[in-house]
């Protein structure tokens, strides 16, 4: 992390005092114990308490504050909901962490446009039920959906089990007002469906909190489809699993959402869900496909042959929604029911070409057992996110440098059949000191130049994402004790 | 006249820049020459990528093509063919527009301008369809981003920031590209003779239904006369509705959609798949602008305001055709009419949107800014971004803004 500046801290007092000039003074908060609720994000594993908390209302506010840290060369890091797992939201010590929890308010319906203007700190899932009562809904939906904020989501380009067919975050985003670390007011896109000149709205969707403070939001809304079902499939391989799943798409078949889940998987999921998985399979996929009746039932029956041809040994298909999210069920319940299995877990989370899954799966299991420590895979079989999840306990000594180094090992295989080291859940602290891994100096360098035309004195969520020192260390480091993480309520898939 | 280098290997083109770089020399970057878009520039160097041509990988089941830079964008959409898929973002064949002829160009030239379809609406611009890239920044280093997956937050997402940047801050060497399945069906909703603003209503509509329209066009009357297709009435305005997927799905939702518009029943007819497919790759082509001696624009805007731009224009000599669900506007205006020009400019930023100019005589589009930007802080910082990959200011300079 960047080097504490020793003379920012002990001007905490006259900091403090200046920032209040900004925002309501209730809004600040400074004391040891009014602070530790930001000490971490999701990613518990590291906690840090910030110099500072400021809550700014509007944008005035944030650009007061951020011009203000400018001038005087104080760190500033951004932060939603904090329900992140790469610690993008750790603070640092001698940093103002700067929460956006205020900007809680939807600020435009427009149907007519197919578009909601919010503040960034809305949550993902208040999107959606804002819009459902005219049939509409937000695509992306991270399992954390139910807390994360939009904000945040635009930050780490969130996924969800949907974005095979209908994109990430950054396909769903129209425009954003963006304050940039000098405090100057921005806006990228708007209602309209491109903007002109350079791509900044891309650029700074998944740039993790580097580039600038979100204060505005405009996402595109889209219709529910007319009809949603799901097929439950098991198979006797995860080869023929993944073959299938490599077999619908070439049939020209995008689902909505593919997921795979291994036997370890299944059985811990089963005794905590009680989905009524089959037994006797060493692999599940759930396929949904979602369209009008007559596609859904067309597509249904072209899985169904393709899933036969592929030795699937089981076959169900869902009669109803009450169904089909009972299917869902088990896969909802994969971290908690490992938490129950195991007093410790990693959650790993790389990206990897669809077709290398078994090759994946059998580095998986000969790195457990090389680590010593047992592992259960869920895979986000259509767009080709694994996570893995590894299990160990802290109170025996070593396993967790073990399971951190059994971590990197996972994804370094990642980056080497061609995937990347991140899917959904950003780099932040968490894989920074892998990213060497996928991206050579000059690579990184040039990111770094990026960063530099945005926030010239890098003082914007420092020490995030890119390695100061060039090195490979380990990574992975989604640790949960005992089943105990930081926002434990959501549901993680 | 610059002179002309045609390299065909990153690691030539990475020498070439870097020693254009230590000399300080500009370079005008070029794939197929296809497209004639952006502010004319002046370098004593053409750098022509048409050689670093080829595909690397396609994994169809993997949804995902890795091609050369200068690889033609048809020779790719034959390959997505054999393979029953295609580039869904559906991007344009603008060498209609140019010199009459078709000319796909380069995949490269099609992601430096980030071109796309008909379809835009619904399945996402070009941008939206790049997965990663390599390409050579102006100091003269291989830089990369991205990869071949879907879901990826690696760093930044500078593989979007590339797309539409005509150049200005790598050449392009590597591309991957998301592919799709293509569609089994195209069906076209038609109503004639119906006015402007209730097309959009039409567009609107169909849009607050799950029915997933993935076309949605207007022709005014004197736009419609160049279609010679047999099931159409090119006397009146035509506005079209295509309905793609499964076949007993878009029939099904043709019907859907004809009740919905029952009120239009008398003018309302259907082009079925082979002349749909016809009718939308035309409109996509711009071929209504074919081989144009006048100034083309391309006007995006909120839905909302499309009629009311539209509207303020109707006594002036303007063509132009309404595409993306009323998202867009094509329109072209007399080749001298700058007047015309500058209106057409001042009235879309009124209404919240932009304009680029396509197509312009040359003595314009050295005078003429070829995008709308007005916000002087994007101009700041978009030169930042500029100088962060060619500080020195050598790769296709003052194409996009002057000094960018």
């Known amino acids: ?493 | 006249m610059p002179e002309i280098y045609s390299l065909s290997s990153e690691h030539e083109v990475a020498d070439f820049i870097k020693n254009c770089n230590s000399e300080e020399v500009p370079i005008e970057i070029t794939g197929h020459n296809s497209k004639s878009i952006g502010r004319l520039i002046q370098c004593s160097k053409s750098l022509h990528l048409k050689n670093l041509s080829g595909i690397i990988e396609y994994f169809p089941e993997e949804l995902y093509i890795k091609v050369k830079a200068g690889t033609p964008l048809a020779l790719v959409e034959i390959e997505l063919d054999k393979k029953n898929q295609e580039l869904s973002f559906e991007p344009p064949d603008m060498g209609f527009l140019y010199t009459g002829q078709s000319n796909k160009g380069s995949v490269g030239g099609a992601v430096a301008c980030n071109l796309s379809g008909s379809r835009r609406f619904r399945a996402g611009a070009l941008r939206d369809h790049i997965l990663g890239f390599r390409g050579i920044n102006g100091k003269g280093e291989i830089v990369k981003s991205g990869g071949t997956v879907v879901k990826n937050v690696t760093g930044y997402d500078v593989s979007k920031l590339i797309t539409g940047s005509y150049g200005t801050l790598v050449a392009l060497t590597e591309i991957v590209l998301k592919v799709q399945p293509k569609n089994e069906e195209s069906q076209t909703l038609l109503v004639n003779n119906i006015n402007l603003k209730k097309a959009l209503n039409i567009f609107s509509k169909s849009m607050q239904t799950s029915v997933e329209i993935s076309g949605a066009c207007f022709y005014p009357a004197k736009m419609s006369k160049f279609f010679k297709l047999n099931d159409l009435d090119t006397t009146t305005s035509i506005t079209a509705i295509r309905l793609e997927g499964p076949k007993i799905s878009v029939v099904e939702r043709i019907n859907t959609l004809k009740k919905l518009f029952d009120e239009y029943k008398k003018t309302i007819s259907v082009l079925e798949n082979y002349q749909s497919r016809i009718f939308w790759k035309n409109t996509t082509d711009l071929q209504f602008f074919n081989n144009s001696k006048n100034i083309v624009a391309k006007i995006i805007l909120p839905p909302v305001n499309t009629d009311q731009f539209i509207n303020k224009f109707e006594n002036e000599e303007l063509k132009y055709v309404i595409d993306w669900a009323g998202n867009l506007i094509w329109a072209e205006i007399p080749e001298n009419d700058s007047v015309l020009l500058r209106q057409l400019r001042t009235e879309v930023t009124k209404l919240a949107g932009h304009m680029t100019i396509i197509k312009a005589p040359n003595h314009m589009r050295i005078k003429e800014d070829f995008l709308t930007t007005v916000d002087e802080n994007i101009k700041v910082l978009s030169l930042k971004i500029k100088e962060s990959f060619d500080p020195k200011k050598i790769l296709n300079p003052g194409k996009m803004y002057s000094g960018i």
């Open chain 1, 1 to 493: 992390m960047p080097k504490i500046d020793q003379s920012v801290l002990n001007d905490k007092e006259s900091i403090v005092r200046d920032l209040k000039k900004f925002t309501n003074s209730i809004n600040i908060i400074s004391d040891p114990e009014g602070i530790t609720p930001y000490e971490t994000d999701a990613l518990s594993a590291y906690k840090q308490k910030p110099m500072a908390v400021v809550l700014p209302e509007n944008t005035a506010e944030v650009s007061d504050i951020l011009k203000y840290c400018h001038k005087n060369n104080i760190k500033v890091v951004p932060r939603g909901s904090g329900t992140g797992l790469s610690g993008g939201a750790l603070p640092l010590a001698d940093c103002v962490l700067l929460g956006l929890s205020k900007f809680n308010k939807i600020l435009e319906i427009d149907f007519e446009n197919r578009c909601v203007v919010t503040q960034p700190g809305v949550t993902n899932l208040s999107l959606t039920k804002a819009v459902e009562h005219n049939g509409f809904y937000y695509a992306p939906d991270p399992s954390s959906q139910i807390a994360c904020s939009i904000g945040g989501n635009i930050a780490e380009n969130s996924g969800g089990v949907h974005s095979l067919k209908y994109g990430t975050t950054t396909n769903n985003v129209l425009g954003v007002e963006i304050v940039l670390m000098d405090g100057t007011i921005m806006r990228f896109g708007g209602k309209k469906l491109e903007s002109e000149g350079y791509d900044l709205l891309g650029l700074i969707t998944g740039s993790e909190g580097l580039l600038g403070v979100l204060t505005e939001v405009t996402v595109k809304i889209l219709k529910k489809p007319q009809s949603v079902k799901a097929l439950l499939l098991g198979f006797q391989s995860v080869e023929d699993s993944g073959q299938c799943v490599s077999d619908i798409i070439s049939g020209g078949i995008i689902p909505a959402g593919m997921e795979i889940m291994d036997k370890p998987l299944i059985k811990a999921t089963d005794n905590y869900a009680k989905a009524g998985y089959p037994k006797d399979v060493e692999a599940i996929l759930i396929v949904e496909l979602d369209g009008t009746e007559s596609e859904v039932n067309i597509l249904i029956k072209r899985v169904e042959e393709i899933a036969k041809k592929n030795k699937s040994t089981y076959l169900r298909i869902s009669k109803n929604d009450e169904e089909r999210l009972r299917f869902w069920l088990g896969r909802k319940a994969a971290f908690p029911a490992i938490g129950d299995m195991s007093p410790d877990y990693l959650c790993m989370d790389g990206t990897i070409p669809r077709k290398k899954l078994a090759e994946v799966l059998k580095e998986i299991t000969k790195l457990s057992q090389k680590h010593g420590l047992r592992v259960a895979n869920c895979f986000h079989a259509g767009d080709g996110n694994l996570h893995p999840l590894i299990m160990f306990d802290s109170n025996v000594k070593s396993e967790l440098k073990r399971a951190e180094k059994f971590g990197a090992d996972i994804l370094k295989y990642c980056v080497k059949v061609g995937g990347v080291l991140t899917g959904e859940h950003g780099v932040g602290i968490e894989k920074r000191d892998l990213m060497c891994e996928m991206f050579n100096d000059e690579d990184i360098q040039q990111q770094l130049n990026i960063k530099q035309a945005f926030d010239e004195k890098s003082l914007l969520n420092p020490g995030k994402v890119y390695p100061i020192l060039h090195r490979c260390a380990e990574g992975g480091k989604m640790h949960v004790h005992k089943g105990d993480t930081k926002f434990k309520d959501i549901p993680r898939f």
